[in-house]
């Protein structure tokens, strides 16, 4: 799909999409204009009854016109208040109150445009992050711009310092130096060598950098989480419908009274007061401005919703379902020993073999003999004829030698692996643990005050899960701890959660955890490999690890649909309320319109309550 396209779909206010939202301005200003122009020069005189028609038609058409489609589709439309209050308007020659309305209509239609793009601005960022266009490298050097959707694997592109990688490839620059954060959250400033992964998303932080594409555009890192976004701006939230149910309602108490009014007045004027004061456009903008509102405040704090659904389910949450791994520990299991085997090689050299062997492995335990080996400040080394075998090991040739790390059976519990050569054997063994995050603690007793019964559901065995527990400390004894669970077993637990009528919300990291994920009422997924398993089955991801980021969505969540019910019941509350002095008499047409587009502009401010957050809740740090 091309990013033309793509602005097409999201329609995010800026770009091409900006100037198609911009284009909405034109109508209220062409209907002002008509409305001053019939007021000064043609209210008095016979032919400004047909200029006021005129301008009203063309000023409406569009109203109409998505009316008779709903209409066609069986749709129940908001509209058709204001399609009766203009025509009631038309047909008592109050031409001046028509126009004020249909100003009113299209005045509301550019502040919810606006409103929208508000609120979707920090996603609109995503998309806006990856260029148009690739620079080829070809014989040694930079030559033209391509179309990046046209961009085959295999072909080598040039990546200047601080330029955004726009693809996915493997770096053939001798070494670079790039800030992954925001794919991955971790502050670090990653330095590659090459024959090293590169993903798009992460920006150059050094010199030029040349990479070989390994992933076409519409399969690379960053398009997926483009992917998401899209996916969650077309979903229709529950809120979305809600408020439709509302406006069957509201209607309906609009024709009674309007047709009380009529009853005891036989005041055409009256009926037309109600239906101006009565259009229902609190209803169509409070819940989208604030649920995009809410996927603003997500954005910022890079956690993905993929569905608008979620801030509902997240709103109605009462139990917290938590994986050990990865999820209230690291889930990146750290060297604690290093245990020399062979005396001819010493702690610094063994580290620098193992990380040039382990450096593009996704095994957790190779990122941890990576990171023991850079906080050692062990030379880097570069291995060639990698081979990994998933379950034995991984091997490769540094300076001629053949090295091989493999976790040995009978070290099997205690997460050690050794590393060995053809000639000498075993030459050293790596000992590895997991830790507890640093707010473990505090979030969980958070999640408790919140309200939330929280259970824990972990493939480790008991004693590792009862140990993790005990690091808890007091707070340990605030969780409902399940070990030794399959896959299987932990999507059971979940399922029996919910026949209990409890709303689960399920917080996993790995592959292991996309049953339960799926099968929770919302799944959120801490995950730095977005093409994971995990990460389909969620509903909520995480670009990092901070479990912090639990309680802010949820508290997000819970903001989000408080400012959208409120938005709508105050916009129907103050409606009502004119419509109710309107039928006694005590509104004029004209005034009602006006204070009418005063209910919308307070509807859409608080709404957009959603997008600007609280200053205590606009970081999750």
Same mark, same amino acid.
């Given at each position: ?8 779909? @999201? ?59 709903? $209409? ?18 038309? @047909?008592?020659?109050?031409?001046? #109150? ?6 009113? +209509? ?16 920090? +996603? ?6 990856? =260029? ?34 726009? $693809? ?61 976004? %899209? ?7 529950? $809120? ?33 007061? !109600? +239906? ?20 603003? *405040? ?15 389910? @997240? ?21 604690? %020993? !290093? ?147 399959? =896959?299987?077993?932990? %999507? ?54 901070? $479990? ?45 319109? *006006? ?5 919308? #502009? ?20």
């Amino acid at each position: 799909m091309t990013k033309a396209t793509e602005a097409k779909i @999201l329609d995010l206010g800026t770009g091409p999409g900006a100037r198609k939202t911009l284009s909405f301005f034109k109508m209220p200003i062409f209907v002002l204009a008509g409305l001053i122009v019939y007021g000064v020069f043609f209210r008095s005189v016979a032919s400004g009854r047909w200029f006021a028609i005129g301008i009203i038609v063309i000023g409406s058409f569009n109203l109409f016109l998505e009316t008779f489609k709903a $209409l066609v589709k069986r749709q129940f439309a908001l509209d058709y208040i204001a399609i009766t209050a203009i025509l009631v308007s038309v @047909l008592t020659g109050e031409y001046l #109150v028509g126009l004020v309305i249909v100003l009113m +209509l299209s005045g509301g239609t550019t502040l919810e445009k606006y409103g929208l793009a508000r609120a979707k601005q920090s +996603l609109t960022s995503l998309t806006n992050r990856i =260029p148009n266009e690739v620079v080829l490298w070809q014989g040694g050097r930079a030559e033209v711009r391509v179309p990046i959707e046209g961009v085959a694997v295999g072909t080598e592109i040039l990546v200047r310092k601080g330029e955004v990688v726009p $693809l996915d490839g493997e770096l053939l620059s001798k070494e670079a130096v790039f800030d992954e954060s925001s794919l991955t959250g971790e502050p670090y400033i990653m330095e590659k060598v090459e024959g090293d992964q590169v993903r798009s998303g992460t920006v150059n932080q050094g010199e030029a950098a040349v990479v070989r594409v390994t992933k076409p555009d519409r399969e690379s890192t960053y398009r997926k989480i483009i992917e998401l976004v %899209k996916r969650a701006q077309a979903e229709k939230a529950p $809120l979305l419908r809600l408020a439709n149910r509302y406006s069957i309602f509201f209607t309906v108490l609009t024709a009674f009274i309007a047709g009380v009014a009529y009853a005891f007045s036989r005041d055409i004027n009256l009926v037309l007061a !109600v +239906l101006v004061v009565a259009t229902p456009c609190p209803l169509i903008l409070a819940t989208p401005i604030a649920l995009f509102g809410g996927m603003n *405040v997500a954005a910022r704090n890079r956690i993905l919703v993929k569905n608008l659904t979620s801030f509902e389910a @997240l709103a109605r949450a009462t139990v917290v379902v938590l994986d050990k791994t990865g999820t209230i520990t690291l889930g990146r299991p750290v060297v604690n %020993k !290093v245990e020399i085997l062979n005396k001819q090689f010493d702690r610094q050299s063994v580290l620098g073999i193992a990380e040039a062997i382990e450096r593009n492995s996704l095994h957790p335990l190779a990122k941890a003999i990576v990171e023991a080996a850079r906080q050692a400040g062990a030379k880097r080394l570069m291995a060639t004829n990698i081979v990994e075998s998933l379950g034995s090991g991984i091997s490769a040739t540094i300076h001629g030698r053949a090295y091989t790390l493999a976790k040995m059976s009978r070290y099997h519990h205690s997460n050690a692996v050794e590393l060995q050569t053809d000639t000498d054997g075993s030459i050293a063994r790596f000992e590895f643990e997991d830790r507890l995050k640093g707010d473990s603690a505090d979030i969980i007793k958070a999640l408790k005050q919140l309200g939330f019964k929280l259970y824990i559901f972990t493939g480790d065995r008991e004693e590792n899960a009862k140990k993790i527990i005990a690091n808890l400390g007091a707070v340990g004894s605030l969780v409902t701890i399940r070990a030794n669970c399959t =896959p299987e077993q932990k %999507k059971d637990g979940v399922v029996q959660l919910k026949q209990k009528r409890e709303t689960v919300a399920m917080v996993g990291d790995g592959i292991n955890d996309a049953p339960a994920l799926a099968a929770a009422d919302i799944g959120m997924v801490f995950s730095n490999e977005e093409h994971t398993a995990a990460s389909e089955a969620a509903d909520v991801i995480f670009l990092g690890g901070d $479990l912090s980021s639990v309680t802010f969505i949820l508290r997000t969540a819970k903001r989000t649909i408080r400012v959208a019910l409120q938005s709508i019941w105050c916009g129907i509350g103050l409606s009502v309320l004119l419509m109710v002095l309107a039928a006694a008499g005590q509104i004029p047409p004209l005034v009602g319109a *006006v204070m009418q587009e005063g209910i919308d #502009v307070l509807v859409i401010i608080n709404a957009l309550r959603a997008s600007i957050g609280r200053p205590e809740e606009q970081s999750i740090h």
